[in-house]
């Protein structure tokens, strides 16, 4: 079966770095998925990892280990608006647009 | 981004009544929609595949005569909620699928729809 676990909530300080952290458990890999959503609304596409490493965009960054089943997001110079959930995300086994999503990782931002 | 729409974004009914919820894709055609709920701080749920021309694929657990899915042309997917009931208020969320995407943003979210069922 196919499996994502993440915190449930954390809490960072405006200005600092913090780390959103993924593992999971699939049959196959097809790549993994972040997004946002804030409160009330649709997710919006953050980043797809399918390869191993590092990938930077922006004030966000998004890791993955294949071999691990591990991927982190990175937000740094937090600001108040980031304050949202943040959802990893992966393929069904055999598909590339049927996702399955994590139970999501609460960030609250305060000053 | 592409542009997908959801009607109406917000709807309050009583219990037993149907509801209709619209989905359409407005920057491109889509073989593929895909509903999902989700409860207050919770995550999506896939509820069903909408498949255009045929009918639509529902995940385990979720009742096919309960939540109807017509995908009426290559940019308009209908969910609509038969016999609601206040178990049923959640908020749905839709998403397109392009059909010459793979990998990296192969979902397009619709802005949802909050369902209130009294």
């Known amino acids: 079966g196919q499996n994502i676990d993440q915190p449930t909530e954390m809490t960072a300080t405006e200005g600092a770095i913090v780390q959103i952290n993924c593992t999971y458990q699939?049959?196959?890999?097809?790549?993994l998925f972040w997004y946002q959503q804030h409160a009330g609304e649709a997710p919006t596409f953050l980043s797809y990892?399918?390869?191993?490493g590092l990938e930077e965009k922006g004030r966000f960054s998004s890791f993955l280990s294949r071999s691990k089943g591990y991927s982190y997001l990175l937000l740094k110079e937090l600001q108040m608006k980031d304050s949202a959930s943040y959802l990893c995300?992966?393929?069904?086994?055999?598909?590339?647009?049927?996702?399955?999503f994590g139970a999501g990782t609460r960030l609250a931002v305060h000053p | 981004g592409a542009v997908v729409s959801q009607h109406p974004s917000w709807v309050i009914c009583k219990s037993g009544t149907s509801v209709k919820i619209e989905c359409r894709s407005l920057?491109?055609?889509?073989?593929?929609m895909f509903w999902y709920r989700q409860f207050p701080k919770k995550s999506l749920m896939l509820m069903a595949t909408?498949?255009?021309?045929?009918?639509?694929?529902?995940e385990q657990g979720v009742e096919k005569d309960k939540f109807l899915i017509n995908h009426a042309s290559l940019t308009l997917s209908t969910l609509t909620v038969t016999s609601a009931h206040p178990e049923d208020s959640s908020f749905y969320i839709c998403?397109?699928?392009?059909?010459?995407?793979?990998?990296?943003?192969?979902?397009?979210f619709g802005p949802g729809t909050r369902l209130l069922v009294l």
């Open positions: 998403s397109v699928a392009p059909m010459d995407r793979v990998g990296q943003e192969t979902q397009y």
């Open positions: 699939t049959s196959g890999f097809n790549g």
């Open positions: 990892n399918v390869l191993d």
């Open positions: 995300a992966v393929p069904f086994s055999g598909g590339y647009n049927k996702l399955i």
């Open positions: 920057d491109f055609q889509a073989t593929t």
């Open positions: 909408s498949n255009e021309g045929s009918k639509a694929t529902y």
